[in-house]
């Protein structure tokens, strides 16, 4: 049996090794903690400017630089500003007969994809229709030129199929198709435009 001086050196060095790895963790928590809140540059310190040599205060963000991010956001601003110019928004009303309105709302569940890749290659963006209860349906688009996206996809071989199967859910058409019937709706109000307005300097 060994003596007990024998047994208690040979259990300090491991307890030492145990205590020495938990100051090691401990201060590795806190140097990653620190340099969470901005208090210990990411890459650290150099051996020549170590924390316990030299403190290194922390500095206020330069104005210079506050200055570079508002010239920032304004450019981002005029930037959705000049893509909302260019994209125009157009909304529509057309009609078709009440007692064929579930129909024509299923036949919308499932609209063939070479008519949405047609719409999509035409120029025709962000487009839905809404329906109400008595058959009027309100349509909105998006569009560089709304006349442009309906003559680009006009003849394609897609929407003249597609018109000659949506015609009779249809009222009011005067003998012309569905897409060339469109009643267009003039723009009163957008909110996003008069916010960019009032954050661009522009009141109303």
């Known amino acids: 049996m060994a003596?007990?001086?024998?047994?208690?050196?040979?259990?300090?060095?491991?307890?030492?090794?145990?205590?020495?790895?938990?100051?090691?963790?401990?201060i590795v928590s806190f140097w990653n903690e620190a340099i969470a809140h901005g208090?210990?540059?990411?890459?650290?310190?150099?051996?020549?400017?170590?924390?316990?040599?030299?403190?290194?205060?922390l500095r206020p963000r330069r104005p210079e630089r506050l200055q570079e991010r508002a010239a920032t956001d304004r450019t981002d601003l005029r930037s959705s500003r000049h893509e909302r110019d260019r994209m125009s928004r157009y909304c529509f009303l057309l009609r078709v007969k009440p007692e064929l309105l579930d129909e024509y709302r299923a036949r919308h569940q499932r609209v063939w994809p070479?008519?949405?890749?047609?719409?999509?290659?035409?120029?025709?963006?962000?487009?839905?229709?809404?329906?109400?209860?008595?058959?009027?349906?309100?349509?909105?688009?998006?569009?560089?030129?709304?006349g442009a996206a309906q003559a680009a996809i006009a003849d394609t071989e897609a929407n003249v199929r597609w018109q000659a199967e949506m015609s009779?859910?249809?009222?009011?058409?005067?003998?012309?198709?569905?897409?060339e019937s469109l009643q267009l709706l003039d723009e009163i109000f957008n909110l996003d435009d008069q916010l960019l307005g009032l954050q661009g300097g522009n009141q109303p």
């Open 3 to 26: 003596s007990p001086s024998l047994t208690a050196a040979s259990r300090e060095p491991a307890s030492r090794r145990f205590n020495e790895a938990l100051v090691v963790t401990k």
């Open 39 to 57: 208090l210990i540059p990411p890459g650290g310190y150099s051996s020549r400017a170590m924390p316990f040599d030299r403190p290194t205060p």
């Open 114 to 146: 070479e008519m949405l890749h047609a719409l999509a290659a035409a120029g025709w963006r962000n487009y839905s229709i809404f329906a109400s209860g008595d058959g009027l349906l309100v349509g909105y688009v998006e569009a560089d030129d709304l």
């Open 168 to 179: 009779r859910y249809f009222t009011g058409l005067d003998d012309r198709r569905p897409d």
